[in-house]
């Protein structure tokens, strides 16, 4: 039997397909018997399908250095 | 009511992926985004001395944004005969007769992306990101967002393994936190 803290970094690992099976057969028991895990283990996947839909963009470091550069020489 | 200031200097770290994520679900086009961010970020420094303090700094930036979105597609449409809807039935002469009903949208297509609650939900998670530490939102975005492998970004950021499910763990549960008070 795995703890809690074992068992939420397995769900973590599981909501970027980074699990291992012997990982997420323990995570599965541990779900089956602990009430507020199994609860914490669906909210975590609601973000991760959150995350999927709302196709989020972001800038490089590298446009956001541009950028201060520019904003810089504007000053 | 005048409690806000700004100040320029944080801006591209604090708001530019959040003005970045609005500007390119609006003209999809990552290139034209980025300079619509640009302008917005010059447009604020040139009027910065007309600002109130009655909104936030990141709502100020916003509407100027938005108004730069507005002038993107008024310049781009400016040609009289682009604004103009035309409208036709049925161009292709074989389905010609064909019924009206054949040409409608699969109604299944669209149930996966409700677009508009989408880019909503994209600005609200975008919120939630900034309110992280800073350290917390750089590993998530890098993990989440950019889908870097887990030994790449060790080696980026100096860290071990553990250490990074510990921040993920724990940006993940604020994420839930703050997305249950502004989302649901």
């Not at chain 2, 161009?91 to 297509?109: F, H, I, K, R, T």
């Not at chain 2, 998670?125 to 492998?149: A, N």
């Not at chain 2, 071990?160 to 993940?172: E, G």
Request: aromatic content about 8%; glycine content about 4%.
């Amino acid at each position: 039997m795995i703890s809690c803290d074992k068992a939420a970094v397995i769900c973590n690992k599981a909501q970027y397909n980074e699990a291992s099976l012997i990982e997420k057969i323990k995570l599965n028991f541990h779900l089956f018997v602990c009430k507020a895990c199994s609860k914490h283990s669906k909210k975590n996947a609601e973000l991760t399908s959150l995350c999927n839909k709302a196709n989020l963009h972001i800038l490089s470091d590298n446009d956001k250095l541009v950028m201060k550069n520019k904003l810089e020489g504007k000053k | 009511m005048a409690s806000h200031q700004l100040n320029p200097n944080i801006w591209v770290d604090q708001y530019a992926d959040y003005l970045f994520n609005y500007a390119v679900t609006r003209v999809s086009d990552a290139e034209i985004a980025k300079d619509l961010v640009q302008e917005t970020f010059f447009a604020g420094l040139k009027s910065a001395k007309n600002y109130k303090g009655d909104a936030a700094e990141r709502t100020w930036l916003i509407a100027i944004l938005k108004r730069k979105v507005i002038d993107h597609y008024r310049k781009i449409n400016s040609k009289k005969g682009k604004a103009e809807v035309r409208m036709n039935y049925n161009s292709n002469s074989e389905s010609e007769g064909d019924w009206l009903e054949e040409q409608v949208a699969d109604p299944y297509s669209s149930m996966n992306d409700n677009i508009l609650e989408n880019e909503e939900l994209g600005q609200a998670i975008q919120q939630c990101i900034t309110k992280l530490p800073k350290k917390q939102s750089q590993v998530f975005v890098m993990k989440t967002i950019q889908g870097i492998d887990t030994e790449d970004i060790c080696n980026e950021l100096g860290i071990n393994p553990s250490n990074l499910w510990v921040m993920i763990h724990r940006a993940r549960t604020a994420l839930m936190d703050c997305l249950n008070k502004n989302w649901f």
